[in-house]
C-alpha cells in the first residue's frame, strides 16, 4: 500500500490560496430602498422576506444593491429560472453573497465541488456523488431516521413547551450526515458552530470569516487522515479513494466536497423540518387535517417547501452585459432567490397562501438546471419522516410565544429558536 | 396515451418517480425513466398528469 500523502503541505496550500480574493468595503445598516439597496443580511430580511419579494417583483422584478460590491435580485419565476439555466453566462464560483470574491482561477472547480464549479467540469463532480443520494440508496436509511427522531420525542417527556428547532429540527440532518461521512455522532454542536460561520454573518470581515472556515478545514484533515488509517463504508473512505480521469481527487476536493455536504445536508434540513412545524403549531386547521389524514403528508410537504423555501443561492455574472434590463457588470452578485420564484402569481396559484392539498406544484425549493440539489432525495425522507414521527407522537400542539420565533439570517433561512407547547 | 421523459431536460428531482411509481422510476444515478414502452392505461391517465405537472424542469411529455 501507498502512503496517500495530499493531505499534509499541498492540503495547506491550496487552502492558503482561497485567501487570494478580491474584497469590497462592508456596508451593513438598514436598507433604504429595498430596490437599489438590498440586503438578506439585515434583520428586516431574516424576519419576514416574503413582502420585501413581493413588493420587489410588482415594482422593480430585477432590483438592485451597491452593497456586496455590487448585486441583483431577480423575484419573478422567469428570471430566476433563465438565470439557474444559464451557466455560460452565470458561473457558480461563488455561491455565498459576501464581501469577498474567491479568485477567478478558481473556476470551474470551486472551493466546494459540484456546487461551486461550472461546466465542463460539475458534471464530473456531481457524477461522483449521485449514486449514494437516489431515492432507493436514502430508504435505507429510512428505518434508523425514523428510530432516532421518536428517541428525540422521549426526550421531550415531561415539558409543556419545546424547542423545536433546537431540540428537534436541528438533530435529525446532523445525525444522518454524520453518519454518512462517517463523522462521529457527539461532534453536532462542532457542526453547528461551522454552518453558521459559513452561512450567517456574511457581513463580517472576509479574514475573520477565513480564519473560522479554517477550523472547519482542521477538523476535517483530521476526519481525513482517520479514514486513510481506518479506512470505512462511508463517504470519506468514498471520496479518498474516488478517480475522476484517472486520477484520484485534488485534496482540496476532497475537503471542499465533505464542506459542502456537511453544511448543504444540516442547516437547509434543519430549516425546513423547522419551518413546516412553526406552520403547523400557529394553523390549527392544518395540523388537524395531516393528524386525520397523514396520507396527506407528502403532498402538504411539498407546499411547505414551496412556501417556506429555506435555501437562496448565488451566481457571479461573468462577462459585462445588458440583461434583462438590467446593466450587469462581470462579478456581480446575483442573489438566487428561489424562495421568491416559489411565491410568483405568474406561476402559482394563491400563491401567498399555504394550501396543503395543493396538487400543482412545480416548486423550485431544490433549485433547477445542473445544480439540482443532490441531497433533494435524503431530505425529502428526512422531512416526512420527522414530521410523521411529531404527528403521531404529539398531534396537539401550538406556538408557545409567537414573538418568541428567530430565524436565520442569510441564505438559509429557517426557524433557529421555536417555543412550541406540548403539554 | 404515451409518456416520455427528455433525458435533456430531466435533472433527477424524482417528482415523476414519486407521484406516479407505477409509471416512471430512477435510473443509478436518480434520473427519471419511464417504465417500459411508457404505456399509460386508462387508470394511471391521472398519475401521469401529477407527474408532467410537477416536474420542476418541464422534462415530461405526453404523446
Ligand atoms: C430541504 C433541504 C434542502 C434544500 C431546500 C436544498 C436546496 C438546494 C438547492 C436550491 C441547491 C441548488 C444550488 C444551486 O443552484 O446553486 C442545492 C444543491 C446541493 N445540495 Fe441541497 N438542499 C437541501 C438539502 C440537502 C441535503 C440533505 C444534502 C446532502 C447531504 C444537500 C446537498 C446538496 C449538494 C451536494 C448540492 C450541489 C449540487 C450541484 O451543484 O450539482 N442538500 N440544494
Ligand atoms: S420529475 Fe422530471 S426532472 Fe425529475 S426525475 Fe422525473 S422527469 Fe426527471
Not at chain 2, 391517465?45 to 401529477?50: M, W
Amino acid at each position: 500500500m501507498t502512503v496517500d500523502d495530499r493531505f499534509g503541505q499541498d492540503y495547506r496550500e491550496t487552502l492558503e490560496e482561497r485567501s487570494h480574493g478580491a474584497r469590497n468595503e462592508i456596508i451593513t445598516g438598514p436598507v433604504s430602498d429595498w430596490a437599489t439597496d438590498f440586503s438578506h443580511a439585515e434583520p428586516e430580511w431574516a424576519a419576514d422576506p416574503y413582502p420585501i419579494q413581493d413588493e420587489l417583483r410588482e415594482r422593480c422584478p430585477i432590483a438592485h444593491t451597491e452593497r456586496f460590491g455590487g448585486g441583483w435580485l431577480p423575484t419573478r419565476y422567469e428570471d430566476v429560472a433563465a438565470i439557474a439555466y444559464d451557466t455560460e453566462h452565470f458561473s457558480s464560483r461563488a455561491i455565498i453573497m459576501s464581501n469577498f470574491r474567491p479568485p477567478p482561477e478558481m473556476a470551474p472547480v470551486g472551493a466546494s465541488p459540484p456546487i461551486s464549479s461550472d461546466p465542463p467540469f460539475h458534471h464530473h463532480a456531481r457524477k461522483l456523488l449521485l449514486p449514494a443520494f437516489t431515492k432507493s440508496a436514502v430508504a435505507k436509511r429510512e428505518a434508523a431516521t425514523r428510530a432516532f427522531c421518536h428517541t428525540l420525542i422521549d426526550e421531550l417527556e415531561g415539558q409543556d413547551v419545546v424547542d423545536a428547532a433546537r431540540d428537534y429540527a436541528q438533530h435529525i440532518p446532523m445525525r444522518v450526515i454524520a453518519e454518512m461521512l462517517g463523522f462521529p455522532p457527539e461532534d453536532g454542536a462542532r457542526f453547528r458552530v461551522f454552518i453558521e460561520n459559513a452561512l450567517e454573518g456574511v457581513n463580517l470581515p472576509p479574514e475573520e470569516r477565513l480564519a473560522r472556515a479554517q477550523k472547519l478545514f482542521d477538523y476535517l484533515l483530521t476526519q481525513i487522515r482517520d479514514h486513510i488509517d481506518h479506512p470505512r463504508d462511508d463517504l470519506t473512505t468514498y471520496l479518498i479513494n474516488a478517480e475522476l480521469g484517472g486520477h484520484k481527487l485534488d485534496p482540496s476536493h476532497v475537503a471542499g466536497t465533505m464542506a459542502l455536504l456537511l453544511i448543504a445536508g444540516i442547516d437547509t434540513t434543519w430549516s425546513a423540518i423547522g419551518a413546516s412545524l412553526w406552520h403547523l403549531a400557529k394553523t390549527p386547521a392544518d395540523r388537524a387535517r395531516l393528524v386525520a389524514e397523514p396520507e396527506l403528508l407528502p403532498t402538504a410537504m411539498e407546499e411547505f417547501l414551496r412556501a417556506y423555501a429555506p435555501v437562496t443561492m448565488a451566481r457571479l455574472v461573468k462577462e459585462d452585459m445588458h440583461w434583462r434590463g438590467g446593466d450587469m457588470k462581470a462579478d456581480d452578485w446575483i442573489l438566487l432567490s428561489f424562495p421568491a420564484a416559489n411565491r410568483d402569481p405568474a406561476q402559482f396559484e394563491r400563491a401567498g397562501e399555504v394550501v396543503i392539498d395543493r396538487e400543482v406544484n412545480r416548486h423550485v425549493a431544490f433549485g433547477l438546471g445542473i445544480h439540482r440539489c443532490v441531497g433533494s432525495h435524503l431530505a425529502r425522507m428526512e422531512l416526512r419522516v420527522a414530521l410523521e414521527v411529531w404527528l403521531a407522537r404529539i398531534p396537539d400542539f401550538s406556538l408557545a410565544d409567537p414573538a418568541a420565533v428567530t430565524w436565520a439570517a442569510g441564505q438559509v433561512r429557517g426557524p433557529r429558536t421555536l417555543p412550541i407547547r406540548i403539554g | 396515451m404515451k409518456v416520455r421523459i427528455s433525458s435533456e431536460r430531466c435533472q433527477g428531482h424524482g417528482r415523476c418517480y414519486d407521484l406516479a411509481p407505477d409509471l416512471f422510476g430512477e435510473d443509478d444515478e436518480g434520473y427519471g425513466q419511464v417504465v417500459g414502452e411508457g404505456v399509460v392505461p386508462p387508470d394511471k391517465e391521472r398519475a401521469a398528469g401529477l407527474a408532467v405537472s410537477n416536474c420542476p424542469e418541464r422534462a415530461i411529455e405526453i404523446l
